[in-house]
């Protein structure tokens, strides 16, 4: 087939085509100072997209942005095709992102199942379903220990069990390898590469570990002072372009 087929028709709505999450022209100051620029990125199913990009370039306050925790100076963004450029961080939840923030944020005095619990609220639910523990096993061995006996892993894989307890289609991971032994580290890449295939679930990954990038995402971009100023497909992330925008 030619390329040119492979575009889609101009009347095509994105969901038709698989679009999940599409970011337009994105721009976003704190007070005066500009810290997205003219930001454009799509997500489709079944697709691990990686925001990668030295320490405080913007990657986190995207996240925050595609999320609802902020509000766009300029630009739009949609899911499944719908505006929901103005909508709040519940109502983008309700549609289905499914978010892992950075830190992993869980609560240390809850239980892991109590943990849990709290991720379905947001979906209007109680009962743990037991296929979230058939995801990581050693969360059901631990389901009665407090978030804060968890190692660093175990909280990973707990922040993303709990992202995932409400089936979203599309999971947003700020830095899930952070501060994590490296075993770990493959048994999440494995696992998320996993729910993409079973589940044709997409995922938006900020991650500056450039071997997991290679090894579990389908593309990238590379931040710089809030721009993108390099994309493509994974196999293109090549050593020249990680000195150039990644080494420190
Ligand atoms: P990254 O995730 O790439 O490390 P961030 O998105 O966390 O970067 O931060 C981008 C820029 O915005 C940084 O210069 C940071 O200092 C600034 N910043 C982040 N959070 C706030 C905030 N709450 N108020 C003001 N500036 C902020």
């Known amino acids: 087939m030619s390329a040119a087929l492979n575009q889609p028709p101009v009347s095509a709505t994105n969901s038709e085509w698989g679009s999940l999450l599409e970011v337009k022209d994105l721009e976003f100051s704190y007070g005066e100072v500009q810290v997205l620029r003219g930001l454009d990125l799509v997500v489709e199913a079944g697709k691990i997209v990686c925001v990668m990009g030295r320490n405080g370039v913007g990657k986190t306050t995207l996240l925050r942005n595609v999320m609802g925790l902020e509000t766009l100076t300029k630009g739009s963004i949609s899911l499944g095709g719908k505006d929901f450029t103005r909508r709040p961080a519940s109502e983008r939840a309700t549609a289905g992102i499914g978010y892992v923030p950075q830190g992993r944020q869980i609560f240390p005095r809850l239980t892991v199942e109590e943990n849990l619990k709290v991720g379905l609220e947001a979906a209007g639910k109680t009962i743990v379903p037991d296929e979230v523990y058939t995801i990581f096993p050693i969360l059901w061995e631990m389901r009665r220990r407090r978030g804060g006996d968890l190692s660093g892993g175990q909280q990973q894989q707990l922040a993303i069990s709990r992202a995932l307890v409400t089936n979203p289609s599309i999971l947003v991971l700020d830095e899930p390898t952070e501060g994590i032994q490296p075993n770990v580290i493959t048994e999440i890449g ?30 990238f971009h590379v931040m710089n002072r809030g721009s993108f100023v390099a994309e493509g497909v994974t196999d293109e992330l090549d050593d020249s372009l990680v000195r150039r925008h990644l080494s420190v």
Not at 206 to 212: I, L, S
């Open 190 to 219: 494995k696992v998320i590469r996993r729910l993409v295939e079973e589940r044709n679930i997409a995922v938006l990954l900020v991650e500056q570990y450039v071997d997991f990038v290679r090894e579990f995402a389908d593309s």
